[in-house]
């Protein structure tokens, strides 16, 4: 028996059990609180709260439902509890119907990201969090003690902006990609698919340099020696050589070679993992590795290994161009 039939034949009953009500005292709503409880035995306590809770039931609303010839003698609040039910009843069955639409467009514009795209990059202003995926951890009670373990997946890595990701799936406000070796969950509003295949090899489909970044910051300290290559001792040259070294780049030993190398980049195209150059004695001199922000590492004569910035006077003085080699 659908919801209602079912609502109609509890109107009917409640208006024939009523009858004495309409000849008792106006005050006792005894009646209405057997009516409340037999609705909600029903299952529309949600429709028949409303009306019941509305006092002596004045409520605004349409009488569309009924005909004004064939509106019976009845107490008014019992015609305008039955129009009630009716009206929740098809405010529900809308909603529903609207969400249903609303799924299925969703779900069609998820496709069409699938086919178009495989791939996301990071839109972000600093980081986005790539997360594990819940659906593929272990299932866990869903109980108060354990509730604040499944409340926030845990954060894989961060990946900056420019980033891309291999496009898995799409569901629930999150991308489910793959990076560098990883499968995690971006967030929608952090990422715009892209065509993976237009970033695929270079530095943004990987974290070579920021391992890169990080893996030259554990010389700092290191003093400097000229012609050396290694912890104990190393000169600018030396240096680049070494941390490029580690990531499978083969450079000389040498600032103009490793210039030779690389392509030739502006100011403004800078990022972390290039090598800046330098006139500090004559010509191509010194070589460094930029970090971001106007900063660089180096291997100093004076410092040994640090991190220095470019906007110093000195250095400011003697800066000559960028070199890219990765990406």
Known sequence: MSRRLTALLLALCLVLSTVVVAFADPNDDSGYAAARETL?????????????????????GSWELLDEEETPALPLSLLQLTVRILQCMREEEQQQTQQQNESVLKAAAD?????QYDGVIVTADEAALLRADAAEDAEIEETEENAALTEEPEVIRTLAGGKVARLLDLADGF??????????????ADCEP????????????????EDLVAYACTYIGT??????????????????????????YNLPHAVTGQYAMCRRVSDSERRPGDLVFFNTTGGLSHVGIYLGGGRFIHAG?????????LSEPYFARCYLFCGRLIG
């Not at 892209?194 to 340099?209: K, N, P």
């Open 111 to 115: 496709a069409a990201v699938l086919v």
């Open 40 to 60: 909600s035995a029903s299952g529309l306590s949600s429709g028949a709260s409303v009306a019941m809770d509305a006092g002596a039931i004045r409520l605004p």
């Open 301 to 309: 004569s004076i410092t040994g290994v640090a991190i220095r910035s």
């Open 175 to 188: 991308y489910r990609v793959e990076f560098d070796g990883q499968e995690g969950l971006l967030p929608v």
């Open 223 to 248: 003093r400097y020696v000229y012609g050396g290559s290694s912890y104990r001792g190393i000169d600018c040259s030396g240096f680049t050589m070494r941390v490029f070294g580690h990531f499978g």
């Open 194 to 209: 892209v065509h993976y295949e237009d970033y695929e090899g270079t530095a943004a489909t990987s974290m070579i340099l």
